[in-house]
């Protein structure tokens, strides 16, 4: 059992995106089946187009952005509920003047990622 507060988690820089950053609240040594993590991304920032071998199920908490994923696009914004499946290109960009948000929720299983661009 794990119990503590966002603001005492560290916070690491996305190098492959720009104003991108992710904490790591729920890891595989807390929860045996998924990890829990919240990604934040400045305005003018995002994250160019890659693929997990993982799904990744995300809520977003704040902000807006436009999504990409396989061929579609997406504008998300707070209370939007987004399923990536394993293996499908993904990307973000940041849409507005205040910061985007969101839980993304992932197996503990390996996970390779591949940029696309």
Same mark, same amino acid.
């Given at each position: 059992?794990?119990? @503590? &507060?966002?603001?005492?988690?560290?916070?690491?820089?996305?190098?492959?995106?720009?104003?991108?950053? @992710? =904490? #790591?609240?729920?890891?595989?040594?807390?929860?045996?089946?998924?990890?829990?993590?919240?990604?934040?991304?400045?305005?003018?920032?995002?994250?160019?187009?890659?693929?997990?071998?993982?799904? &990744?199920? =995300?809520?977003?908490?704040?902000?807006?952005? @436009?999504?990409?994923?396989?061929? =579609? =696009?997406?504008?998300?914004?707070?209370?939007?509920?987004?399923?990536?499946?394993?293996?499908?290109?993904?990307?973000?960009?940041?849409?507005?003047?205040?910061?985007?948000?969101?839980?993304?929720? #992932?197996?503990?299983?390996?996970?390779?990622?591949?940029?696309?661009?």
């Amino acid at each position: 059992m794990t119990v @503590r &507060h966002v603001k005492t988690i560290t916070s690491e820089t996305i190098a492959a995106g720009t104003g991108a950053s @992710r =904490q #790591v609240l729920i890891g595989p040594d807390e929860g045996p089946n998924f990890a829990m993590r919240l990604f934040i991304m400045e305005p003018g920032g995002g994250i160019p187009a890659h693929t997990n071998t993982v799904e &990744h199920e =995300q809520y977003v908490v704040g902000g807006r952005a @436009r999504i990409g994923i396989g061929d =579609q =696009q997406f504008d998300v914004e707070a209370g939007s509920v987004v399923f990536i499946p394993a293996g499908m290109p993904h990307w973000y960009w940041v849409v507005g003047n205040e910061p985007f948000e969101f839980i993304c929720v #992932v197996p503990n299983l390996p996970d390779e990622i591949e940029m696309l661009s």
